[in-house]
């Protein structure tokens, strides 16, 4: 999130796999014939074996799609990889504009070796005849018309550069200029569909997996068992992993490019940015203190996705124990 806020503002998504600003959602990708999670495709088995036999399908598929997704050019999906592309952009512009260029000085070298020719040749020929006359004249008028087409053709170049340069700058300055953010990690139970806690970091982009690791000994339930998160370099730190095995719960990463594999989260997400539209905040303090009462509100709000209908998650997580 960014560190100030005016209300009403469309607000953009960050994406804890990469850690980079999504501006706008790309098309989504076809359905794969084989993916980990078809274990769950067998009712008759119990969720915390289907949970294993799913982390273990990942990590067999994890070594070719690791291989697969190097290969993959990456998302301009930032502020600064938006304004990287377009001086890249603008770069490609001015490098098309050198070549042009260079072919017009060979071009008016050309004209001015010809002009030079023609006069040497007049000094040089002692009264010419009629027809040779002629001749000079019509080749003369050919090349002259060459050189007019030329200029015209120049001048129509020149004017769709300058457009294109327009628009490029045009589009850097729309670019949003952003000097502070803030992530918030979002920790939700898959079950009861409670928010367990927001914890919010104010270095923005350069949160550490320690940081991560930190805030989630505050929050992680004693009898947790698993804990499934997307690949973001945060979760595949060392230091996740001995967080993992401490706390004695099985790391579950969802696979990659599949952020519906981890949807109640993802919906999570995607509330707590609609709730925060109309909200204006000036700094962490302000951001914290909306955050609090989001997870109070939402908490204690229905939920349509609960099993029973009309309960709020705080509800259901009472009433669970009776069912």
Known sequence: MPATHEAEQKLPAVSGSSGRLVIEPGPAEPTAKDWPGRVFEDDSRDYAEAMRGFVAASQAKAEPDRAENAAEPLAVDSVPDQKRALRQAEEARRAERRVVR????????????????????????????????????????IVRQQRRETMARRYQE??????????????????????????????????????????????GAKVTAELVVEALRWLLPPELQFLISDRGKHFTAKVFAELARQEGFIHVVIARHRPQSNGIAER?????????????????????????????????????????????PNEFANRIWLM
């Open 102 to 141: 260079q072919r017009r000085e060979v071009e008016d070298a050309a004209w001015r070796e010809w002009r030079a020719q023609e006069k040497e040749q007049a000094l040089a020929t002692d009264s010419p005849s009629v027809a040779e006359r002629a001749i000079g004249r019509e080749r003369r008028r």
């Open 268 to 312: 999570l997400v995607r509330t707590l940015k609609e709730w925060l539209r109309d909200k204006t905040w000036t700094s962490d303090e302000e951001m914290a203190a909306l955050v609090a009462r989001f997870i109070v509100e939402y908490n204690d709000r229905p939920h349509q996705g609960l099993p029973l209908p009309g309960l709020s």
């Open 158 to 203: 020149d004017a769709e550069w300058r457009q294109k340069r327009q628009v490029i700058r045009e589009q850097l300055l729309q670019v949003p200029i952003v000097t502070a953010w803030i992530a918030i990690l979002v920790a939700t139970d898959n079950c009861t569909r409670q928010c367990v806690g927001l914890p919010l970091f104010t270095v």
